[in-house]
């Protein structure tokens, strides 16, 4: 009989747990590449210039935990490919509230061409403060007085929140980045 109860217990609480498991929205952002041509090194700071697609100019500090910095030479092709990725959960009432941020940088196999993987992820707390069905959109409130309004593309998610509700938001960003030889 005690199994029986405890089961039960066990039961009741897993129920309205998995329903808020549900209530997670995931967004994911585009995947992007861009290539960009090694036009000038300076080693004393370790910075890049590269020239893009477009014909566009970007300096880049490249990072003392990329070990292969010296194999980078001008003429070398970097090819770096973007993601970011957003997931909304819905916060239980009484669950303390997050504010957390991480980030690392990996570099290339030591074999490899010099690249590597940097990455961040930002975990907040926020506070639904507006919502207009009209528009649709909502307003979020958090840690260090951040306050964001965007629009919703899926209405029904929206429907499913109230001002009020707390809901963690993290965000994930990450850059892949490779080098290959410059053109003979």
């Known amino acids: 009989m005690r199994r029986l109860i ?3 217990i066990a039961v009741s609480v897993m129920l309205p747990m998995a329903a808020l498991a549900r209530q997670t929205k995931t967004i994911t952002g585009e995947t992007k590449t861009v290539t960009a041509t ?6 004393a700071t370790r910075s890049l210039t590269l ?9 880049l500090t490249v990072p003392a935990s990329v070990t ?6 001008v003429g070398d092709t970097l090819t770096a490919r973007y993601y970011e990725s957003l997931i909304l959960r819905l916060k239980p009432e009484g669950e303390k509230g997050v504010d957390t941020d991480a980030a690392k940088v990996t570099p290339a196999d030591s074999g490899a061409r010099p690249g590597g993987t940097a990455a961040t992820q930002r975990t907040i707390t926020a506070t639904i403060t507006a919502i207009d069905p009209a528009v649709p959109s909502i307003t979020f409130s958090g840690p260090n007085n951040w306050k964001y309004t965007s629009r919703v593309e899926d209405k029904t998610a929206l429907s499913k929140v109230k001002v009020g509700d707390r809901v963690d938001i993290t965000w994930t960003q ?3 980045a490779s080098f ?5």
């Open 6 to 8: 405890s089961a039960t």
């Open 38 to 43: 090694v036009e000038a090194i300076e080693q």
């Open 174 to 176: 990450a850059l892949l």
């Open 68 to 73: 292969r910095f010296d194999s980078i030479k």
């Open 51 to 59: 020239k893009g697609p477009e014909g566009n100019y970007v300096t």
């Open 180 to 184: 290959d030889d410059a053109k003979k």
